[in-house]
């Protein structure tokens, strides 16, 4: 009886320390970092969004000059037009993608500060308990980044329309003014890739972060599950090993 009360108490035992080390198994310096990226990404993301707002404007100035340019013949103007439109419709989606990613990373932001408000003692909280938060950021994170890739993709896409009009306009009297803009704005195109690979790179680290988040929780609460399990084993398998054995024939 005495060794049954034994394994029971340290069975329970057991049961109160387990949440503490699930605490302690998530470093403190993680969230900090994951908190600190995600407000780093939402920064990088306005500042894009308004880059690319910026550069939509100034196309939309092109196809004004372009009206005025009586000198081009209508192949070269067609060509021009192609282009130009073109290149609206890469800025188009280059603004939506931004736009999700903006949304994805804010919704993420939200929610932190609600499951961790400001001045929280990371030593009090069971982390394990927001496993399902981890894995859906981790996947929203991951999204995020391949879009942020993918819009890279678009700059250049773009930054490729843009070299093709100045090719065109540089052959034609008179259009030095709208060559010097086009460059400016593939300077600005290459701003925006910039900022966007350093996006990207955040996104990544975010959902590293996330993903040992979420299985750091897992295993928490897996080795939560296996404890209790042995300590109710422990507790009723004394029974069995004090069964009468059967006699060897």
Known sequence: MKMKKMLLSVALLGLFLLPLQGKAAISVIDFSNLKQNITTSLNMVKSVAHQVTMISNQVKQYEAMLQSLKSFDSQTYNQLRILLQGNNEELDQLFRDIDT??????????????????????????????????????????????????????????????????????????????????????????????QLGDLTATLAANGRITATMAARAAADNDASLELKRRALEGYGGERTERSPSRAMP
């Open 101 to 194: 990613i903006g949304y994805d990373i804010a919704q993420i932001d939200n929610q932190f500060d609600v499951l961790f408000p400001q001045g929280s003692d990371w030593n009090t909280i069971e982390f394990g308990r927001y496993g399902d938060y981890y894995q859906d950021w981790n996947k929203e994170l991951s999204e995020s980044a391949k879009n942020a890739m993918r819009t890279q993709s678009i700059v250049n896409r773009i930054q490729q329309y843009n070299d093709e009009m100045q090719e065109i306009l540089s052959r034609s009297m008179g259009a030095e003014g709208e060559v010097r803009q086009l460059q400016a704005n593939n300077q600005m195109l290459g701003v925006v890739g910039s």
